[in-house]
């Protein structure tokens, strides 16, 4: 089994920052690839941007330019930095990793609200 706990979500105002952290923990030998999905209240749970073992990364058309993944290997973790917030980025978001190209694993989810 693979722990995923994410953090550092909250409310900002549009145009503000925030960084996500996901800490991985358990049986995280052969984790692929990772990435962050959210969900909006009444929307369907959506791909934020994901990034590989190997760091090749991709990203959903609605954050490009203005949200980054990076990975650290070393210390299991992976980060999504925000920027240029806006208020439809609010959504519940999500940690997921993928181990072994096929058991799938999410966090609990954390709170990001961006207020006008």
């Known amino acids: 089994q693979v722990q995923l706990v994410e953090s550092g979500g909250g409310l900002v105002q549009a145009g503000g920052s925030l960084r996500l952290s996901c800490a991985a923990s358990?049986?995280?030998?052969?984790?692929?690839?990772m990435g962050w999905y959210r969900q909006a209240p009444g929307k369907q749970r959506e791909l934020v941007a994901e990034?590989?073992?190997?760091?090749?990364?991709n990203y959903a058309d609605s954050v490009k330019g203005r949200f980054t993944i990076a990975r650290d290997n070393a210390k299991n973790t992976m980060y999504l930095q925000m920027n240029s917030l806006k208020p439809e980025d609010t959504a519940v978001y999500y940690c997921?990793?993928?181990?072994?190209?096929?058991?799938?694993?999410w966090g609990q989810g954390t709170q990001v609200t961006v207020s006008s």
């Open positions: 358990g049986s995280i030998f052969g984790i692929n690839d």
């Open positions: 997921t990793a993928l181990r072994y190209m096929t058991f799938r694993y």
């Open positions: 990034v590989t073992s190997g760091g090749r990364t």
